[in-house]
């Protein structure tokens, strides 16, 4: 895995094709009277060299600005870097920290959505996973089936199987028999229960997901900086983004992808207040009983999982500890991502009882025995937000945000989309009516 950290890390003849001569000019002459100063030391030398890099950045003109580096920032300045954008992507902590969303172990990828206009996104985003993971040469995605399970009446396994039959998605209607017999006597769901299998599902590896991103963004000539909090944005007919250091970044167009910041940062750029809630969310782990581990490997026919109902449980195949395997709670306590309670995990009673349930005794449901925080970004009607922020800025900032706990899956095409709005205004991926800010009733300047 190649991890990126520190400030500028661009090939010598990439950032040569970007930088005006004059200045390496200016930085030469500067390191030549230092070098030949008396009281030259190595350490002043480095500071004085940076300083100068960090100001000659400063005065360049990005075609974009991706502010955040989570996974949609860092697939945007992918997707921009690649079309030919000259493109900065700014994160306020180090890169690849673990205080966003994107950050951890394992990501589900499945089709079966309530809301019609998630499949045809994520059925592009497989196609778009293998060819990003292709360019960097490592594997980020693992196939697996998907099943997803729920009382015969609830109304989102029906809304699932409506939308599979209405995109002729390929799936299975199982009763509880049939589950028992496809998957090995796995799952153990009620006779009142039923079944949804598809070959849709699979699993992400969501750090090295946004580290592939960040070098691939990398290797097409984009500049990466860490450790840069944005606190505003300002329109000289392009964009002006201003950073916590005092450093000045001038762009021709914004991309905000700021996660569950994404209330503070907008609020401080034009005052518009989204109906966006940060909330904190556990991910966790259980051990499988001694001897029966294999049967939840990635690889044989154990599928990632989802369970809808009171309790909406999902999970994923044995892979990065072996012996455990994760089961966890869609949900959490809403916070505020820079005061984070590091909090009590929610549902736990019910999450048990599912895995005492599900699982027939064959994953010890006393206590999970890791326990991994996390942070979702709600709206409402946990559909996306993604459109231009208006106002003064017109379509020279775009919003990325509210991916509500299901996003990862889609962040290549996400990526894409953002791209497209800042290049052409407009996408072809996607109906944008279901993403606008507009559909939320806001008192605010757009
Ligand atoms: C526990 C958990 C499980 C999930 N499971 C799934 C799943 O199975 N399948 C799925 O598809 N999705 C899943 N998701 C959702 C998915 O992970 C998120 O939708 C996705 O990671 C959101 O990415 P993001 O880039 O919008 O946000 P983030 O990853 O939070 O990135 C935003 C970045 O912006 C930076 N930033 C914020 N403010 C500033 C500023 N002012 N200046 C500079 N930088 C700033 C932050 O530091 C952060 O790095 C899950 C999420 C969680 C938490």
Known sequence: MCVITGVYHRKTNTRSQKIPPFLYTQILLLLLNTLSSPSFTHTHSNSLLKRSIQSMENSIQFDLIVVGAGVMGSSTAYYAAKHGLKTLLLEQFDFLHHRGSSHGESRTIRATYLQPHYYPLVLQ???????????????????????DMAHFNDPTILAVIENCRKHGAQHHLLNHMQVAQKFSGNFNIPEDWVGLSTEHGGVIKPSKAVA????????????????????????????????????????????????????????????????????????????????????????????????????????TPTLEYPGLIKVAVHGGNPCDPDKRPWGPLVMMNELKEWVEGRFSGLVDSSEPVVKQSCMYSMTPDEDFVIDFLGGEFGKNVVLGGGFSGHGFKMAPVIGKILTQLVVDGETNEVDLKHFRIGRFNLTSKI
């Not at 985003?125 to 099943?147: C, D, M, R, T």
């Not at 840069?228 to 001038?250: M, P, Q």
């Open 125 to 147: 985003s497989y196609k778009l996973w293998l060819e990003a993971q292709a360019q960097v040469g490592y594997n980020v995605y693992f196939k697996a089936p998907h099943l």
């Open 212 to 315: 592939m991103f960040q070098t691939l963004a990398y290797k097409n000539g984009a500049v990466l900086k860490d450790n840069a909090e944005v606190t505003d944005i300002k329109n000289d007919g392009g964009v002006v983004v201003l950073t916590a250091s005092g450093e000045k970044f001038h762009g021709k167009k914004c991309v905000v992808t700021v996660g569950a910041w994404v209330n503070k940062l907008v609020k401080k750029i034009n005052g518009v207040e989204l109906p966006i809630l940060p909330v904190e969310c556990h991910v966790t782990y259980w051990r499988i009983t001694e001897g029966h581990e294999g049967k939840f490997a990635i690889g044989n026919d154990f599928p990632t999982f989802a369970s809808f109902g009171s309790v909406y449980v999902y999970g």
